[in-house]
């Protein structure tokens, strides 16, 4: 029932640490879901062979929702970001795109 910043002063540092992350994430859990709207391209990799595609997916968040809170308790974004890292550039359709690599994954 009480903030985090209320039992600052009456708790160990690390004590805190965890009591902030469990009231975080409970806080959380009353909120509503997030919401993301996802992106697929699809390519025909005429480098390889006419029958291979090339697929890419990735996420933007459209709204928020329980991430919004839970995005302070987060340090600043690096490279190594997930959430960066699952990000499209723009591509139109019909767009020739050129090949820089396959990485292969066993989710199909």
Same mark, same amino acid.
């Given at each position: ?5 209320? #039992?600052?002063?009456?708790? !160990? ?14 806080? !959380? /859990?009353?909120? +509503? $879901? ?8 699809? /390519?025909? *990799?005429? %480098?390889? &062979? %006419?029958? &291979? &595609?090339?697929? !890419? &997916?990735? /996420? #933007? $968040? ?7 809170? +839970?995005?302070?308790?987060? +340090? ?16 139109? !359709?019909? %767009?020739?795109?050129?090949?820089? *690599?396959?990485?292969? /994954?066993? +989710?199909?």
């Amino acid at each position: 029932m009480r903030h985090p910043d209320d #039992v600052a002063k009456y708790i !160990a540092e690390d004590e805190l640490k965890l009591y902030r992350l469990i009231w975080m994430r409970f806080v !959380a /859990s009353q909120m +509503t $879901p997030a919401v993301f709207d996802q992106t697929t391209i699809r /390519s025909n *990799a005429k %480098e390889l &062979t %006419e029958r &291979t &595609t090339v697929r !890419a &997916t990735g /996420s #933007v $968040p459209k709204f928020d929702g329980f991430l919004k809170d +839970t995005k302070k308790a987060k +340090t600043p974004r690096t490279k190594n970001d997930e959430e960066l890292k699952s990000r499209l550039p723009k591509v139109e !359709a019909g %767009e020739t795109l050129k090949l820089k *690599a396959i990485l292969p /994954s066993s +989710t199909h």
